[in-house]
């Protein structure tokens, strides 16, 4: 029986049958937890914040590459692509 380093619930799975690598839920916290070795069976939690800063990095990129895209009047106003458009006609 083993057991998950966040919430010491049980975890029912066969030792023998577990590889490295492999990915086990917690059924009490419902933590990700990976298969770090197999004799005998080491759990490690996969860590959600890793994913959560990945995850922000990339909408701070994206609203980065949004705002390089828009393009300001004297005032500071945005711009709309129609206006934009009219203007060039001038």
């Known amino acids: 029986m083993l057991r998950c380093p966040e919430c010491s619930a049980e975890i029912d799975v066969d030792e023998d049958e577990v590889e490295e690598g492999e990915i086990l839920s917690c059924p009490e916290c419902e933590c990700e937890l990976e298969v770090s070795q197999t004799h005998p069976v080491a759990l490690n ?3 959600d914040d890793i994913e959560e800063e990945e995850d922000e990095d990339e909408e701070e990129e ?3 590459e949004d705002e390089e895209d828009d393009e300001f ?3 500071g106003d945005l711009i709309d692509e129609d206006e ?3 203007e060039d006609e001038e």
């Open 62 to 64: 994206e609203l980065e």
């Open 45 to 47: 939690p996969i860590s």
């Open 84 to 86: 934009e458009d009219d």
């Open 73 to 75: 009047d004297e005032d």
